[in-house]
């Protein structure tokens, strides 16, 4: 009787159970239990600018040398209050992420786009990506 009653149990506990948000390699949008923008951020915050030209790629940086590209990230405004709010898998390997910032007590939402490029997670720019996430404000 009392194993049976386990058993009936013991799945309805873990029903009950808090969901983790936790993001630690669950998929490859994951950077040490956050996400690849938030990463970045650290990054900037670090002055990591070498590191961060790792995450991000397309048309607005590829034409640019390291140390322009680390130049131009290291000059950017970078340092507003953002939460993702969504993912949507456009298709294997290939995301689009919500977010939403604060900028001067502000809060807007905006988009990107993320791929998988040769097994890493990297944010893909073009001129209009480069201004929505490195907005001057």
Not at 18 to 35: A, G, K
Not at 75 to 87: D, L, S, V
Request: charged share 25%; hydrophobic share 35%.
């Amino acid at each position: 009787m009392k194993k049976t009653l386990t058993l009936i149990l013991l799945p309805l506990l873990f029903a009950f159970a808090p969901v983790q948000d936790n993001c630690l390699f669950r998929n490859p949008l994951c950077f040490y239990n956050t996400d690849v923008l938030s990463y970045l951020q650290i990054l900037h915050k670090n002055q990591q600018y070498d590191q961060m030209s790792h995450f991000v790629y397309g048309p607005k940086v590829e034409k640019w040398s390291a140390k322009t590209l680390q130049d131009s990230l290291s000059e950017a405004p970078f340092g507003y209050t953002m939460k993702r709010n969504g993912i949507k898998e456009l298709k294997k390997g290939s995301w689009s992420l919500t977010y939403q910032r604060t900028i001067l007590g502000t809060a807007q939402t905006f988009k990107i786009k993320c791929d998988l490029v040769h097994d890493t997670c990297k944010v893909f720019l073009d001129e209009k990506a480069w201004r929505t996430i490195f907005k001057e404000y």
